[in-house]
């Protein structure tokens, strides 16, 4: 459900930004989330990271899987 | 309060109930029958053919669970790049992608029903990403909870047998017979009460005091119903069901309080009649309903009695309240929103009084079993019920067993793990944020909007509702930092899939054994003591394992009040 005291005070007067801002060119911007095209190479290698991250937390549950096989 | 506005409420309570009553039975037969038949539909054997799935194949518990994740990670990754890539997608409203972080925060909480939200919807995420990405694992993250419980059910139906059901066709039949076709009627009764469904981008107006306001739209009819109806919880707008647009009037709310019940409270009848007792179902029905109706009672004496100046002045507790749903409205809602694991609410949880406030936590930390979420309540409810058989046989030297299943050293350890895994996540997570230097700076500098012990309630809410994939928030934490985002993301994988390989690791468990035939040392289980007694056992449970992060927290803030 909902997020943040911040995001609350964004509610009443929310719209949409433009996707040509650049991250961080006002409030919103920054309290919602979205992504500047400054960070966009930065942001190639944040994916990267996340990626492997999840592959490697389904894998923990995976061997986790494995352990409870020999209980 | 008035006295007739506390008849509305009990009203309100009392023709819930009556719906529940008429619903659970032709609902919780219809489920047997579902998962119990051998006949396939003719879109579900196109859509085995296109997975190339053997229907007819019975999996062991071990493929049933590789089908679970598997299925999970392919809906996180597939999410996680709708989020990214919104700017080249069509009715993206002109929004760029999401952050990488808010993206796998909101990838996984989508997939784990969890549907925790750290963005301003309206303002983040456009059509597209909303009906193709979060609307769809409204369905199928609540199809696999139901399914996950449907196997642990074969597990005590079954004899002598090494599987429990075939994954992809329990998921296959849940999302088409069930969740679609009820989802499509409630919609239409919620675009009937005032609930938007339109594709128009946001409108600007003028308002009377000259200025200007945008008000948005969009599709939200059509994931309000399955929002609820799957427990899912993630609002299309970021006031979640508080908005008029998707919760215009008390009868909706009634609608989704229903929507969000109709499914946990059928499934112990399922139970009952796959197991051949329904006696056993009731006996479970029985313990869900004393814990929702005990604590429902608890919110709403603790904001009915709240006090202070400018409750005495509005002439009730209603900061952060809707008028049009009251106080009794309100604490239905967010207590049937925190006792399932749907996370939706009406009003803000951080405006509640530190006790009422609390038991949306206690709600949470009790495991989501009073009803519980789609499937996830029911089977967190059976293991306390099997923690509960081996503790009464131990005190009265009765013979460990449950439904002619013997619970032995095995048995026993895969349900004690599944009680640790949660608390663990939820009180490792805020420990750690709270404890590691550059973290806890973080987080006390940006997250934290109230310092003291209210500020330690929100943290510890936050990882709660993450851990056990509830979504809701206290309101007063600004989640959209590195560390959130990542921590709660990691403790909503965890807290989703972790548990759900003991339950599997138990059906193949219990599935594996013959039936035992009930003797005199036999542990009655559809009679009352039985009902006392698994009360009891979740109730000490959740009271051992969380007091005293409570006590430095809401209550704490309560007793000093």
Known sequence: MLGTRQDRRHRSTAQPCSSRHLIGCCSRCRSSGVAGHLESEENLVFDVFVVAGVLALFGVVALIAKGVERL | MDAGTVWAGIAQVATLVLLLVLVHRPLGDGMARMYSSLRHMRVERGVYRVIGVDADASQSWQTYLRGVLLFSLVGVLFVYALERLQAVLPYGLGLPGMTPALAFNTAVSFVTNTNWQNYSPEATVGYTVQM???????????????????????????????????????????????????????????????????????????????????????????QEAIKEFGTNGGGFFNANSAHPFENPQAWTNLVEIFLMLAIPFSLPRTFGVMVGDKRQGYAILAVMGILFLVSLSAMSIAELGAGGTATHVAGAAMEGKEVRFGILGSTLFNTTSTVTSTGAVNSMMDSYTPLGGMMAMLNMMLGEIAPGGTGSGLYGMLILAVITVFIAGLLVGRTPEYLGKRIGSREIRLAALYILVTPTLVLVGTAVSLVIPGVREQVLGTSIFNPGNHGLSELLYAFTSAANNNGSAF???????????????????????????FVLALAGSFAAQDKVPATSGTLPTHRPLFVVLLTGIAVIVTALTYF???????????LVR
């Not at chain 2, 005293?548 to 309560?558: H, R, T």
């Open chain 2, 132 to 222: 193709a990405g979060y609307a769809v694992q409204n369905f199928v993250s609540a199809a696999v909870g139901m399914v996950v419980v449907i196997a642990l059910v074969r597990g005590f139906a079954a004899r002598r047998s090494g599987t429990i059901g075939n994954f992809w066709v329990d998921t296959v039949r849940t999302i088409w017979r069930l969740l679609l076709p009820a989802s499509f009627v409630f919609a239409i009764i919620l675009i009937a009460g005032g609930v938007v469904q339109n594709f128009l981008d946001p409108t600007t107006v003028h308002t009377l005091a000259g200025g200007t306001q945008t008000i948005a739209g969009g599709p939200a009819a059509s």
């Open chain 2, 475 to 501: 309101g007063g934490l600004t989640g959209n930092t590195t560390w959130l985002n990542s921590a709660l993301a990691v403790a909503m994988l965890l807290g989703r899939f972790v548990p759900m390989v």
């Open chain 2, 548 to 558: 005293p992060v409570l006590a430095l927290g809401p209550l704490a803030e309560g």
